[in-house]
């Protein structure tokens, strides 16, 4: 059997839609990110994997935990983030999450309604802000803004490949139910343009999509880190900008991405209320004037 390192797709963590230990969070702690990031892009290349049969992905997600957790030192993504793990005090919980989800990806292939996807998200997305956040010792009070902010993108990555997903995977993560109410077919999600049912669907989705963004909109301003800070609010920035496009375009038939330019002006705007944010947690931590 193969080790992990030798199905990876080629994806860096400068390839994906959101940031991914950028330059706003501190160098101290951007290697312990960074080997979390490649232990899950080789785990989540071994679950997409186009030659593998189900079983010898499901053995490999095994045989990365073993690496994880040292019962061998089969995969260095494995040993490497144990290493990292050992030294910061940090549990390997969060990144065994996101190998329940990769789980799913192989053997799950429908959600039945939006209940269903949000406890796919349980693995596959808040683990990933929970392992950021333990990693800059935040308070865990963050963790329901930051569930919601990381369900949120989940979905909204969901919604931008969900034509990718259903051809090259047979993978739908649109719930069943949502499509039953539209009127749209699994299999619209095959042609080059989606049905205006199809359409109809997408937007209810993007739509309760923006009420997760609403229950998030105030995590950056919860966070210490005035860096991790900025940087949740840059991403809950471009999630909303997301889902409004999602509302106004196809994503059968048109690009649902930011460019590095509107990447860049939602970064700004993102920054601009993250400041904003702090500065009204400041005053209002700040005591009242006292008389004199």
Not at 53 to 58: N, P, R, T, W, Y
Not at 59 to 65: F, G, K, N, V
Not at 184 to 199: D, K, S
């Amino acid at each position: 059997m193969p080790r992990a390192a030798e199905l990876r797709s080629g994806k860096g963590h400068r390839d994906e839609n959101f940031p991914v230990a950028s330059h706003l969070i501190h160098p101290r702690h951007r290697g312990t990110i960074l080997a979390f990031y490649n232990f899950v892009r080789v785990a989540d290349d071994i679950a997409d994997h186009a030659a593998l049969s189900e079983a010898d992905k499901l053995a490999l997600l095994d045989q990365l935990e073993g690496s994880l957790l040292g019962r061998d030192d089969k995969d260095r993504e494995g040993v490497v983030l144990r290493a990292r793990l050992q030294e910061r005090n940090l549990t390997p919980r969060h990144a065994q999450d996101l190998l329940t989800a990769f789980r799913m990806d192989v053997t799950k292939l429908r959600y039945q309604d939006w209940n269903d996807l949000i406890g796919y998200c349980t693995y596959s997305a808040m683990p990933v802000g929970r392992f950021v956040l333990d990693v800059h010792g935040e308070s865990r009070t963050t963790w329901p803004a930051n569930d919601a902010l990381c369900a949120a993108l989940q979905i909204i990555n969901h919604l931008q490949d969900c034509g990718a997903d259903y051809r090259n995977l047979n993978r739908v993560y649109v719930p069943l139910d949502a499509l039953d109410r539209a009127g749209a077919a699994v299999e619209a999600f095959g042609a080059a343009r989606a049905t205006p049912a199809l359409r109809a669907c997408l937007c209810e989705l993007a739509a309760r999509t923006e009420g997760l963004l609403r229950e998030s909109a105030a995590f950056s301003g919860q966070i210490k880190d005035v860096r991790l800070a900025m940087e949740v609010a840059v991403i809950q920035s471009a999630a909303e900008r997301l889902t409004g496009m999602l509302k106004a375009r196809d994503p059968l038939s048109e690009p649902v991405h930011l460019g590095k330019a509107g990447f860049a002006g939602i970064g700004l705007i993102g920054l601009a209320k993250g400041v904003v944010h702090r500065l009204r947690r400041k005053g209002a931590a700040s005591p009242a004037p006292q008389d004199v």
